[in-house]
């Protein structure tokens, strides 16, 4: 596989701009080879609420618009959809391409996915998610372009094209897996496998406004000014984490592609279009999720390794915490929570810190950003 990534500047969304960027990072990676006239791509967005675009939580539509021209310029159909945490139905996913301002690619020629359909899939060979279910409007498709956001990630560090692809599992029982994979590590496993699993034949990253801070719902939009593009979403993954401060040992998705020998120890060594250093961003605002400290070959592996990463993903790992002030008592952090952690006191949720799993669900989901990824008591002692 041809792992170069092509970084391309893009200022804004203007037509203009965006319709330069796009075409040069594709095709700088001849990154649509692989399309034939009447080949049905399926587009995997980043549509993770209803916001709009410029809360730059999801996939920019004018960056689909332009995917989309492409395409159908090379004969395909083209399939748009992602499956957001909550009801996977007509109705809520009406509301969601509306909001986050996808009807405009319906009009360049695209579908917005309308098929809710769930499939099972049998992975035997994966390392972890050996069974799994997924949405199956993805097996109407000939190939999956993988179109994802940067943003800071409370559970995961970064999210990014990995991550992305956790879209394709149903959304209403992506809490499910929360719980079925409690492990950090075990988690990214599960996210690699259904990267294996669907292999996007390309995935492209929105990085020209993306979002730091409270990600990756609730953050605040941040210009980075880059479109990119590869066959090989962990080596992008590694570059996209570069260019905004963080390591492999800050995204556990990162680690397990290291683990199965998928990327290089740094973004340095990866080839890409133009230099990284030109895209970084230096203070670019991450949360202190303290995944590294979950990793044993951080203090030299073995039993030592191993007592310490059991002790950080007990009490050294970042933690939610509700900030009443800005809660409105709406319930769906208790709703959505795997663990059942949050109970309701005079409105106001409040999480039993022995059953949370630090899934991050409820700060992902809350529609009001009341909940924010926080050190934990020993971390800020240690501080
Ligand atoms: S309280 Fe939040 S972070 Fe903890 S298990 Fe529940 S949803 Fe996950
Ligand atoms: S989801 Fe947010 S606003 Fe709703 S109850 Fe939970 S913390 Fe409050």
Request: proline content about 5%.
């Amino acid at each position: 596989m041809n792992s170069t990534v092509a970084i391309e500047r893009c200022c804004d969304y203007s037509v203009s701009e965006t319709s330069r960027a796009m075409r040069a990072a594709i095709q700088s990676i001849d990154g649509l080879d692989f399309v034939k006239p009447g080949m049905r791509v399926g587009i995997k967005l980043n549509l993770v609420a209803a916001a709009k675009p410029e809360r730059a939580a999801t996939t920019h539509p004018e960056l689909v618009c332009r995917l989309v021209e492409m395409l159908r310029e090379k004969g395909a159909e083209v399939i748009l959809g992602d499956s957001p945490g909550g009801l996977y139905n007509e109705v809520a996913l009406n509301h969601i391409y509306s909001v986050c301002g996808m009807n405009v690619a319906e009009k360049m020629g695209a579908k917005l996915n309308r098929n809710f359909g769930v499939a099972d899939g049998s992975y035997p060979e994966a390392t972890i998610a050996k069974s799994f279910q997924y949405t199956s409007w993805l097996d109407q498709c000939d190939a999956i372009i993988n179109f994802a956001k940067l943003k800071s990630h409370g559970m995961m560090g970064m999210s990014c094209a990995a991550k992305n692809m956790f879209g394709v599992i149903p959304g209403v029982t992506k809490p499910q897996y929360h719980y079925r994979f409690p492990d950090i590590n075990q988690f990214s496993d599960m996210i690699l496998d259904l990267d294996t699993y669907f292999k996007p034949v390309l995935s492209l990253v929105d990085a020209v406004v993306g979002m730091e801070g409270n990600g990756p719902t609730a953050g605040k939009p941040r210009p980075i000014g880059a479109i990119l593009a590869s066959r090989d979403m962990h080596a992008m993954d590694l570059v996209c984490a570069a260019m905004i401060g963080l390591s492999k040992e800050d995204v556990p998705t990162l680690q397990a592609a290291y683990r199965r020998g998928l990327i290089p120890e740094k973004a340095d060594r990866i080839a890409t279009t133009n230099k990284i250093s030109d895209y970084m961003v230096g203070d670019f605002e991450t949360l202190e999720t303290h995944n590294s400290l979950l990793f044993s070959d951080q203090v030299g592996g073995g039993k030592v390794g191993k007592l310490f990463e059991k002790l950080g993903s007990n009490v050294l790992r970042a933690q939610p915490k509700v900030h009443p002030q800005e809660c409105i008592g709406c319930k769906q952090c208790k709703n959505v929570c795997p663990a059942k952690a949050i109970t309701m006191e005079n409105n106001i949720p409040v999480i039993a810190r022995g059953k949370c799993i630090k899934c991050f669900c409820c700060q992902e989901f809350c529609p009001k950003g009341a909940i924010k990824v926080s050190k934990s008591l020993l971390m800020r002692l240690i501080k």
